[in-house]
């Protein structure tokens, strides 16, 4: 994993299912300390994709509440936990921006931190425009972007996540890398 | 293979304009991360209750009438036995889980807003005794009770968003009288204890009881201040060096590998229009176990933020919505009225778990 961002997992594969199994057991410190590890995680990956606070904030919590049920449910994950909140997370987003599109695109706001506004607002039109891109992809290329470029994960930890060959990983990128960069040459 | 290069660098450098992101909020983040708590105790608490009430329904549809009219006589005399005498039990001892279902049971029943109020706050005593006797008694006090004991003093005041202003007036009275007890309670057990965990724990647990009472105080003299308070999880910026830091498991302040945040992080959000319109449940079988009332509009923002908890898991341990946005309008609604079950598809692509 790479070191520039604060992934968790600090845990062995052992380590992790030693955790999974109390967490299916509802043990409250496991569960702590699973939302300890991930949660700032996946709001980083929330506010990369939704860029704004409050909503990635939603989505955290709905991903570990999702999280919660299944185990109470007893349908939680026996392995891979990160890739498996991440899906959560992103399953959110993609619904999220389903139900929400046009409200989401019209309400979205931005704070000027410089002393120029129109440089705030020329840069904030342009995330909009790289984020709108991104979620123009297809489901795999969005993850692999977002995790790839904003979390700087390496192909193999992606393709743990995603359930696929590391060769398959690199084969979207490419692909993803092509349709970002039409797509952005379009809006731009 | 250099046009590959190329591009990524290319690429990147458009990306690189959506990878700095603002500081998340600590206080957000610490409230969302009781929440969460708060739920999984509830969760951990209720394979028990389940448990309980399937046994009984089992045996009233399978027994014969004598077996029936036994078990009624069990449950009169040997059931309310049990739940009395659970009432003197610890978080430690094995009826206790019984004692918490047992209270949860007395709240539904209460009758008024001003008596469920009264009985939160017995409650709330009855935490700091459990507090007392388990401290006495050298032993370690789970971080549970402190939980329950926070989540009791937020329901009261949740609660007392429903009443009239004369009777808001007066219970507010009571809540602060109380509250001064139990902060009393609190000094002399910090007063009495030793151990390094159990001073941690109270303190915060004093903290927060603190805060809240501030809040019952600022109430008393500006209703729409408490209202506004209440509803937005009680945070106001003047508040924040009373928000004690949350511990994970081992003592230490959660950072999650983030650096330091001072209270009062910067606001996501300062004064833009609300963009939090409740994110839908589209789950099927997911339920909407984050703060925020029920939106009963299905296009519209949630503006209950507080409501009711739809996790079947128990209590809401906590209810207050945060308001992120300290500006403009309420973005407090933190979680999203299930009000989608399942029209809502699934990603196209993608192993949803």
């Known amino acids: 994993m790479s070191n520039s961002t604060s992934y ?35 709001y980083r990956y929330a506010m990369h994709r939704l860029g704004d606070g409050a909503v990635a904030e939603d989505c955290v919590a709905e991903t570990f509440a999702r999280f919660l049920k299944a185990l109470q449910e007893r349908r939680g994950p026996r392995e891979h936990l990160q890739a498996y909140l991440y899906r959560i997370a992103h399953n959110w987003i993609v619904d999220f921006y389903r139900n929400h599109e046009q409200t989401f695109e019209l309400s979205e706001s931005f704070r000027s931190e410089t002393d120029m506004p129109e440089e705030a607002a020329a840069k904030h039109i342009r995330q909009k425009q790289v984020r709108k891109a991104i979620r123009s992809l297809t489901p795999d290329q969005q993850n692999v972007v977002t995790l790839k470029y904003l979390e700087d994960w390496c192909n193999e930890e992606i393709a743990c996540a995603l359930h696929k060959p590391v060769g398959a990983v690199k084969s979207i990128q490419h692909r993803a890398l092509k349709s970002l960069q039409k797509l952005l040459a379009e809006t731009s | 293979m250099k046009d590959q290069s190329e591009l990524e660098v290319l690429i990147r450098e458009r990306l690189e304009e959506i990878k700095s992101i603002p500081a998340r909020d600590p206080v957000v983040a610490q409230r969302a991360r009781a929440r969460f708590l708060g739920n999984a105790v509830s ?50 001892e ?31 005593q009855i935490r700091t005794q459990e507090m007392t006797h388990l401290i006495d008694a050298g032993e370690p006090v789970p971080d549970q009770v402190r939980l329950r004991l926070e989540q009791h003093i937020q329901d009261a005041l949740q609660t007392c968003q429903t009443l009239d202003e004369p009777t808001l007036d007066r219970t507010l009275l ?6 001064q007890d139990r902060d009393r309670d609190m000094e002399r057990l910090l007063l ?9 724990l109270l303190t915060q647990t004093r903290t927060m009881l603190r805060e809240r009472l501030h809040v019952v105080e600022d109430g008393l003299l500006n209703h729409e201040m408490f209202h506004e308070r209440v509803q937005n999880g009680f945070h106001y910026g003047q508040d924040d060096d009373l928000t004690p830091p949350v511990q994970n498991g081992n003592g230490q302040q959660q950072q999650n590998g983030q650096p330091t945040f001072a209270p009062g992080g910067p606001n996501t959000n300062p004064n833009g229009p609300n963009t939090t319109p409740g994110g839908p449940n589209t789950d099927p079988n997911g339920s909407n176990t984050t703060s925020g009332g029920p939106n009963t509009d299905p296009n519209g923002p949630n503006t209950t933020p507080g409501g009711a908890n739809t996790d079947p898991g128990g209590p809401n341990l906590n209810p207050g919505g945060t308001n992120t946005n300290t500006g403009g309008n309420n973005n407090s609604g933190t979680g999203a009225g299930s009000t989608d079950n399942g029209s809502g598809g699934n990603g196209s692509g993608g192993n949803r778990p």
């Open chain 1, 8 to 42: 968790p997992v600090s845990t062995t594969v052992s380590e992790e299912q030693k955790l999974l199994h109390l967490a299916a057991q509802l043990n409250t410190r496991a569960l702590a300390d699973i939302y300890d590890a991930y949660s700032s995680g996946i």
């Open chain 2, 43 to 92: 969760a951990s608490e209720l394979p028990r209750h389940k448990g309980w009430s399937s046994i009984f329904r089992k045996e009233q549809f399978a027994m014969n009438m004598l077996i029936s009219v036994l078990m009624i006589a069990g449950l009169l005399f040997g059931g309310g036995a049990t739940v009395n005498a659970a009432q003197n039990d610890l978080p430690n």
């Open chain 2, 94 to 124: 094995p009826l206790y889980a019984l004692k918490v279902w047992s209270e949860d049971v007395s709240l539904q029943l209460q009758k008024s807003p001003e008596a469920k109020v009264d009985r939160l706050m017995d409650l709330v």
């Open chain 2, 174 to 179: 009571q809540i602060r009288d109380r509250l």
């Open chain 2, 192 to 200: 009495h204890t030793q151990a390094q965990d159990t001073l941690q």
